[in-house]
């Protein structure tokens, strides 16, 4: 059976995995959120106080089982076992994620393990270089950009927590937005064959709306 491929890239906060999610369902695929992938690696190494300034070998590589789930609607993440869908998005995790994601070691990782489900399954993938690196071959591709204060904005509801100031989240994102995209290895970048979309002053439905015309009309 010939497997299709859906790419979700875009900036940080943008919605991708919302989008994903939503689309998956739609299309009765299976989903693969990346970045959790590179959250649960990094709670793994935050917790081992493996700092990401060291080489990653594969005796540790080797200790990290994750395996991502996504059944009626609820996507779920486990780190050897543990059910760590919460934990990797928390605050620590957030701000050392994209110093481990350079890694070209832990990068690899995640590559095989996508590459892998793709064998059986068609797949909808988010993430910062899934168009670009991970499968240049999709069938679909988008990315989606959004302006950062709008973003800070709608990550500060989600995190529901007042001690967090918005200004403190956009300069977060903006910083992760920097280190994603000047990294030398898979830089946060369009597909030159993917269709952007600006998610600024669009809702859910308007932005999943845009993306299933174009997949229909193609
Ligand atoms: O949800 P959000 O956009 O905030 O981030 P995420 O998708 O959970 O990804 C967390 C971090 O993992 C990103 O800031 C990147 O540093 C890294 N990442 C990456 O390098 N490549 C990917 N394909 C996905 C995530």
Redesign the pocket.
């Given at each position: 059976m010939d497997t299709v491929i859906i790419a979700i890239d875009g900036q940080?906060?943008?919605g991708?995995?919302t989008q994903a999610k939503k689309l998956a369902e739609n299309l009765r695929y299976d989903y693969r959120?990346?970045?959790?992938y590179?959250?649960a690696i990094t709670l793994y190494l935050l917790d081992n106080d493996i700092k990401f300034d060291l080489n990653i070998s594969d005796k540790i590589l080797d200790k990290i089982n994750i395996k991502q789930t996504y059944q009626e609607g609820q996507f779920s993440i486990y780190l050897n076992d543990d059910d760590v869908t919460d934990k990797i998005r928390g605050h620590k995790v957030s701000i050392n994620?994209?110093n481990y994601?350079k890694k070209p070691e832990i990068r690899k990782f995640v590559f095989n393990q996508l590459r892998k489900s793709s064998e059986s399954n068609s797949l909808v993938v988010?993430?910062?270089?899934?168009g670009t690196v991970?499968f240049p071959y999709a069938d679909f591709k988008f990315f989606l950009v959004a302006e950062p204060k709008i973003r800070a904005e709608r990550r500060h509801k989600q995190i529901n927590d007042d001690s967090v100031k918005v200004d403190i989240i956009e300069e977060e994102i903006k910083q992760?937005d920097k280190?994603?995209s000047t990294r030398e290895i898979?830089p946060l970048k369009k597909a030159v064959d993917a269709f952007k979309i600006d998610v600024s002053t669009l809702t859910i439905d308007e932005v999943f709306n845009k993306i299933l015309q174009k997949i229909k009309s193609d």
């Open positions: 940080a906060s943008t991708k995995s959120d990346s970045g959790a590179y959250r994620v994209s994601a988010d993430g910062r270089d899934i991970v992760r280190t994603d898979a």
